[in-house]
């Protein structure tokens, strides 16, 4: 019998049909809290689309401006994310949209073609090593990327992730002596923002174990909380693009600053990385290791862009509550990661009988006996596979199971809490 495992969270993110992040988290003054706060009543975006998007909107404006030196490599704060709704009603492009439309509002235009062509990526990545791609369609990247032209674009992207130095010689296309040249790119700070529906999102499990797929987060809401809004209100937004352009003239006028964790900041990521370490080698899903461990980066990350729009962004170092917010935000999109690998892409047999079964009691309008479920859920093929999945969402406070005399055997009656 396939067991699922618990996260630390009270209940189990696979059957949360949305999760959630709590802007309480980030600190009251800074940009990122109040640019979702701005946006909360004036479009229909959910608020963790409008965080992924500003998040690494603001990744790529800091670009190779800021970094933390970990003694092996710098860490950028180049975000890689996809934004995922069960429809296109949640308003996906419009969270990106806000986020690049603010950007350019400031001034600030290092936006890279939508070309999969490794040449015009360099030709532009050697003008400014820092820039945000973006594909409102995942789908299409995906496509594009699997081609066989494709691939070894693909594998580009994967080594301008970690800015590591990359060489590559091509043709040289400016120059009738010299055919060919040697390109070499440093301090790369590549960041990708797209979006898709669920039902449109696809991969493969060779994108996973090679490492691809591992360096994005991912941003899942299946259904929004919020009110429709037919008349958005109109808000200035002066006081955002005048904080977001401060920061900007800030960053154009020094050289690249190096970051340093405040003593506290450092001992709450090394009792994190520990943790982080055993549960990555002790998952029995081959499929969730490699995002695991790719969150030892993206805190790192978070805690720069969090720093950076702050009011201390001037010091360099960066405060423990500025790492306790990175640190909330990795275990926000864990939890995502771990919704859609176990839940949507590569679910077990127990979650595809546990969906069945919250199927089945929903088209009951809610009470159902333990019999109603034995003889119409296909996906359970035992009595005794049934009373497992049923024990396992009692414990996951997803049902509640009540026993009822009849005169004879009791009837066990199930319904949601």
Not at 105 to 118: A, K, M, N, S, V
Request: with cysteine; aromatic share 10%.
């Amino acid at each position: 019998m396939e067991k699922i495992d618990k996260t630390s969270s009270d209940k189990s993110p696979y059957f949360k049909r949305n999760i959630c992040f709590d802007l309480d988290y980030i600190q009251a003054d800074n940009f990122i809290r109040q640019y979702v706060e701005h946006f909360y009543d004036i479009t229909e975006s959910p608020n963790e689309f409008l965080l992924t998007a500003i998040i690494t909107a603001l990744g790529a404006l800091i670009g190779n401006k800021a970094y933390i030196d970990t003694g092996i490599k710098r860490i950028f704060p180049n975000i890689w994310a996809v934004i995922l709704g069960k429809t296109t009603a949640l308003r996906k492009s419009t969270s990106i949209g806000l986020a690049r439309g603010l950007l350019k509002e400031i001034g600030w235009d290092h936006f890279l073609p939508q070309i999969i062509h490794e040449n015009t990526l360099i030709e532009h990545l050697e003008l400014n090593p820092s820039g945000l791609m973006i594909f409102d369609e995942w789908k299409s990247f995906k496509s594009k990327i699997s081609s066989r032209r494709g691939q070894s674009f693909k594998a580009m992207l994967t080594e301008l992730y970690d800015s590591y130095e990359y060489k590559k010689i091509i043709k040289n296309s400016r120059s009738s002596e010299k055919k060919y040249q040697e390109n070499k790119l440093e301090n790369i700070s590549l960041s990708l923002l797209a979006a898709s529906t669920l039902d449109w999102f696809q991969f493969d499990k060779a994108d996973i174990m090679s490492g691809f797929l591992p360096r994005f987060l991912f941003c899942t809401i299946e259904q929004s909380e919020k009110k429709p809004i037919p008349f958005p209100k109109t808000k200035t937004r002066e006081k955002l693009k005048n904080k977001l352009s401060e920061l900007n003239k800030y960053l154009k006028k020094k050289q690249p600053i190096s970051l340093d964790l405040s003593p506290k900041a450092k001992n709450s990521y090394k009792k994190w990385y520990r943790i982080n370490y055993d549960l990555a080698a002790k998952e029995d899903n081959p499929l969730l290791p490699g995002f695991y461990r790719r969150l030892e980066q993206y805190i790192l990350k978070f805690s720069i862009i969090l720093h950076c729009t702050g009011n201390e962004f001037k010091s360099k170092k960066i405060s423990a509550e500025s790492m306790q917010s990175a640190l909330k935000l990795a275990k926000y999109y864990q939890d995502n990661i771990i919704f859609l690998i176990q839940e949507k892409l590569a679910p077990s047999k127990t979650t595809r009988a546990i969906h069945k079964i919250i199927e089945f009691v929903k088209s009951r309008q809610g009470e159902v006996t333990r019999r109603d479920l034995q003889r119409n859920v296909r996906s359970v093929k035992s009595g005794s596979m049934l009373d497992n999945i049923l024990c396992q969402m009692q414990e996951q406070n997803i049902i509640e199971i009540q026993e009822v005399a009849t005169g004879g055997r009791p009837k066990k009656l199930i319904n949601f809490k």
